[in-house]
């Protein structure tokens, strides 16, 4: 018998969606689920962004390359990147494609909407107040 617990599948829940820039690690915007822990966050993004940028040079990969997931138990830690930001989804269970698709849709879009905004980003959490709406749209994307 092999020593490994098994796993149920269970509908998977988007806890958390982070807006993080890239060279500085500073928490630029965060939708959280309703329920989800609250722990503050800064340091959490500063951690994720170096994480990011250890992986990615640790395997001599460009801007474009660098780390897209990792779990921990039943948490999926999802990452996109461009440029200037990350954008990190937590979510509890297995995401979807569905879902998946969402989320670097919407990068895309916060990179088109907010491109001058997240290159300049200083820590004012106001300056990308706007964005906010799309983060809570991924958040609460379908993931099955």
């Known amino acids: 018998m092999w020593p490994f617990k098994s796993r149920k599948k269970s509908e998977a829940t988007v806890e958390e969606i982070l807006l993080i820039h890239r060279k500085t690690g500073m928490l630029a915007a965060l939708a959280s ?14 951690r994720l962004a170096a994480i990011e940028s250890f992986a990615r040079d640790s395997f001599g990969l460009d801007d474009d390359g ?30 979807s494609q569905r879902f998946l698709d969402k989320f670097e849709e919407t990068l895309e879009v916060l990179n088109t909407r907010y491109s001058s905004q997240i290159r300049d980003f200083d820590g004012d959490s106001g300056t990308l107040r706007d964005a906010l709406p799309l983060l809570v749209e991924c958040l609460q994307a379908p993931t099955t």
């Open 33 to 46: 689920a309703a329920g989800a822990d609250a722990k503050p966050r800064d340091e959490v993004a500063r």
């Open 66 to 95: 660098g780390l897209t997931s990792f779990s921990i138990d039943e948490l999926e830690v999802h990452v996109r990147s461009s440029p200037d930001a990350l954008l990190v989804a937590a979510v509890r269970g297995a995401a």
